[in-house]
Each structure stands twice: as C-alpha cells, then as structure tokens.
C-alpha cells in the first residue's frame, strides 16, 4: 500500500495507541471526580498540558484542548467573535480557508457580523497589504490559515502579525491544522492570538486537538457545561486522546529534525517526473510552499477517474480537502488562485508524511503513468 493522503489523516504512531488503550484502560476515572483516582487522572492532563505547552514554547494555560481542528477554528472564530461584539462586527479572512472556518463565517454572517474575503494571487497566497486595507474601525478578528489544505501555499502569517500589532483591538487567529512539525512558527514572535492544531494530523489519534490562546484573550464559551479546560470548553475530557496527543507531538517534533529534509527531497522528485508529463499542470507553487503537499491536474483526465485507477493498486490519493472531496464541486482553493474551471474539476492532491519513501514517490509515478496512458487507449477506443 501507497498511502499518499496524510492531509486528509495520518497513521496513528503505535506508540500513541498504546498510551490511549493504557490510559483508557487503567485511568479511566471522571478527571473531575473529587476522589484521589479522579485526581491521578487530572494530574495524567496536568502533564500533558505542560509537555505540549513546552513543544510550543507557551504558557500551560494558553493550551486548551479540543475535539479537533474544526472545533478549535470554531471555538477560537465564534469565541472571539461574540466576546468582542461589542468592539464591532467585522471579521476579515480569506477565499480559500478550510470549511471549517469559512462555514463558520457565513454562520456569523447570518447573525449579523460582516465579513471580507480576501483575495489570494495565482500561487495561492494572500498579500498582508489587502488585509491592511481591509482593517475597518469595527474590525475584531482576522482569521487566517497558516497553509492551505490543498495546495500546500504557505500564508505570510509572520507579515501579517506584524501589521496587526499596530491594532491591538484586533485579534489574530490561525488554523495551523496543515502546518504544525512542518513550517516553523513561534506564536509570540508572529503575534498570533489564537492557533489551531488537530492530532490526527501529526500521527495522533481523531476526536483530539487544541486551541493556543494567548493570555489575556478571552473568549466567550460555544458549549456549556461543567467549565472545563478554564470554562472555555465544557465536556468531560478525553484523557486518552490528550495524553497520546502529547505523545504524538513529542515524537512527530523528532521526526520532523530528522526527516523534513528527506520528504522535500521526496516532493521535489514529484515535481519534476509530473512535469516531464504531458498535459500535467502543478498548482502548488515551486516557491514558499510546504513540504508535504502537491496538487496538479492531468488534462483530459477527471480527478475521480485517476484516482480510482490508482485505487487498484492500493495506491491512495486525494481530490480536495477530505471534508470538500464527496462534493462534485471544483475547489474554491483553484478556482480562487485562477485555475479554470475546468482544469480545477482534475484536480489530484498528493500528500506526504515523514514516513513516505522515495521508493514509494518512484512507485507512485510509474503507477500514475501506466494508468493514465491506459485511460487514454480506453478513451481513444471510444471515440
């Protein structure tokens, strides 16, 4: 098997599973429980919390933990939008966010906020001088991720920090879903306020995230409840996931020093064999993108088609987004950077993790080449 889909999800570290099935297993009390058993639990979080917020360079504080990244681009959008409503009702973003936040734009739309979506140039990367010109006196939050899902475009989120430290009734909030062990960030130095991180992403396991906020922001409650993790997000905590969280960012940091090097060496031999292909355009750009992402169309060829074509062989690729993937749209990401429609609706997306091979990448573009080459002998045939 050829698992090329890691944006979509990455393998659990077997590691990280064993400390879930442990943790499930032997500490399963209610961490809230006043008994010493609920207590060696919350400890088992304490630690946790302090591990990642020292992976993170961060306070212990500053770390809440999620669902996932979707609830944290929730959490930290909806959260700082209602708490600061006062201040104002406008919101800046961009045209090619994951669904996660533009879904929740147009739900704060229907309440009432105003928001701008920016446009990104052909490389799929917005200009810090547009979010600059968009800054209203009733703006209160600028939401922008920190690469993109699809393409692998890499935001200037350093530039666009700096810009809002003039406003500092403007918050900051990025989703670094896709970005986490791959685009170095330091959250004080690119004054963010606000940043999204999903374990499942980094080999940890689904239903477990964090939402990074800054001290000093406050953020108004989406679920209530019991006023867990500091009254920001109620709900019994999943001790499992956020202890095999810890683990899991821990060991992909170590990946991430060892083996960084080896996966651009990978996306940078896809590049060029795509490119001695006819009828293959690459829309992820040569520059500034990250390592782990390659999106291209093959002229001629549905994306659904190729895909299944490779299916056979146990080798896995993606169209867009895995939330966006069952819709027979073309992706907004493409058709936001000038992609035509057409080439758009072709679009393959290729995704690596540090544990890809090149022998794999070699692989792959055998594969891609037999099958494409047989899909036109099958069209040909047919005309």
């Known amino acids: 098997m050829i698992y090329f889909d890691n944006a979509a999800t990455t393998k659990p570290y077997s590691e990280a599973l064993d400390t879930f099935m442990k943790v499930n297993g032997v500490y399963f009390a209610n961490p809230s429980s006043i008994h010493s058993f609920g207590g060696r639990v919350e400890k088992l979080i304490a630690q946790s919390r302090k591990q990642i917020a020292s992976i993170m360079d961060i306070n212990e504080k500053e770390v809440i933990f999620t669902s996932g990244g979707t609830e944290s681009n929730n959490l930290g959008i909806k959260g700082a939008a209602l708490q ?162 810890a683990k899991a960012m821990r060991l992909y940091q170590e990946e991430s020093r060892d083996s960084l090097n080896k996966m651009k060496d990978i996306q940078r031999y896809l590049r060029k064999q795509l490119g001695t292909m006819p009828g293959v355009t690459v829309h992820t750009p040569q520059e500034g993108s990250a390592p782990h992402i390659l999106n291209f169309s093959i002229e001629g060829f549905k994306s659904e088609v190729v895909i299944h074509a490779l299916d056979q062989h146990e080798v896995y690729v993606s169209t867009t987004s895995a939330c966006s993937s069952k819709k027979s749209k073309p992706s907004q990401t493409l058709l936001s950077m000038g992609v035509g429609e057409k080439l758009a609706d072709r679009a393959i997306r290729v995704s690596l993790s540090y544990h890809n091979t090149m022998e794999e990448a070699e692989r792959f573009i055998s594969l891609l080449k037999q099958e494409t080459a047989q899909l036109e002998k099958t069209m040909r045939r047919s005309r």
């Open 84 to 245: 600061y409503r006062n201040r104002g009702k406008h919101i800046i973003t961009t045209k090619i966010e994951h669904p996660s936040v533009s879904n929740t734009m147009k739900q704060l739309e229907s309440l009432g906020y105003t928001v701008t979506y920016l446009d990104v140039n052909e490389s799929g990367v917005v200009d810090p001088e547009d979010v600059g010109k968009a800054i209203r006196p009733d703006t209160i939050l600028v939401s922008i991720m920190h690469v993109n899902n699809e393409v692998g475009s890499v935001q200037p989120i350093r530039e666009i920090g700096s810009l809002l430290k003039k406003h500092s009734r403007i918050l900051f909030h990025v989703d670094g879903v896709q970005a986490f062990g791959k685009i170095p960030v330091s959250l004080q130095d690119h004054h963010i306020d606000l940043y999204s991180i999903s374990a499942h992403k980094i080999h940890g396991l689904k239903g477990t995230g964090m939402l990074y906020v800054r001290d000093g922001v406050i953020l108004s409650a989406i679920l209530s409840g019991g006023e867990q993790e500091g009254n920001v997000r109620s709900g019994t905590e999943n001790t499992g996931g956020i202890v095999s969280f």
